[in-house]
């Protein structure tokens, strides 16, 4: 089937401009992450749905990041105003609910360049 | 707060050679799972294996097993018989384990794996 899907691929923007990034999750998969891959670095988790409900906003940089999710499908993260330093790749990953909720399946990630 | 540490930022192995990539994590949690992520240059993140921390037992897959020292909060990845497929960023992951929930993986900064002709 099909896997998790992610746009748009590749995002340049200038500074001060809102962004809103898409992650399509795998069909029937009731959790969704959010991650952030600055450039040569690991992933730094930003936030999870379960359903449509974030239980911890915590991990965010900063105010300016949003999410939300809609009918335990789809997801956008919103960056507000942006800066240089919000330039990273976005990656998006959903997990099954039950026995299977610990393995996460990724998307191929947006690639976000602030001018 | 749980930190994973990947000690080679680089390692360059011949084609068919064995290599182990190290991992390890420090953590106040007893029940967790570690996870051992390939990047290729697509960006697109594979799940190369999983080891539940309940389990005593080394998790394998074909070529790729790991061995986990729980007590050492070590948790490293032997790749046998290497193939150029394999030349990829390798990240080491811990999540905590809770009933019936989600949450993010904590990763670490990733080793730069070569696999040479």
Redesign the interface.
């Known amino acids: 089937g099909a896997g998790v899907s992610q746009s748009p691929s590749n995002k340049v923007t200038e500074k001060g401009k809102d962004v809103e990034l898409r992650c399509d999750p795998i069909s029937g998969h ?2 969704l ?1 959010w ?1 952030r891959q600055r450039l040569g ?8 749905f ?1 359903g449509n409900s974030a239980p911890d906003k915590s ?1 965010l940089p900063s105010d300016r990041f949003s999410a939300e999710r809609t009918g335990e499908s789809v997801s956008t993260l919103t960056i507000q105003r942006t800066q240089q330093e919000d330039s990273a ?1 976005y ?1 998006c ?1 959903s ?1 099954p609910g039950g026995g299977e ?9 947006t ?1 976000l360049l602030v001018l | 707060a749980q930190t994973v540490t990947q000690s080679q930022p680089e390692m360059s192995v011949q084609e068919a050679e064995t290599v182990t990539l190290s991992c390890t994590y420090d953590t106040s949690e007893n029940n967790y799972y570690l996870f051992w992520y390939k990047q290729p240059p697509s960006r697109q993140m594979i799940l190369v294996i999983r080891q539940e921390a309940y389990k005593q037992q080394n998790a394998t897959e074909n070529r790729f097993s790991v061995n986990f020292q729980k007590a050492a909060k070590s948790f490293s990845l032997k790749i046998s018989d290497s193939q150029l497929g394999d030349t990829a960023m390798y990240f080491c992951a811990f999540m905590k384990q809770f009933r019936g929930g989600a949450d993010g993986l904590t990763f670490g900064k990733g080793t730069h794996l070569i696999i040479q002709p």
């Open positions: 009731t959790a992450y991650y670095q690991g992933l730094e988790f930003l936030i999870y379960q991990g790749v990656l990953a997990s909720w610990e393995t996460q399946y990724f998307g191929p990630g690639r």
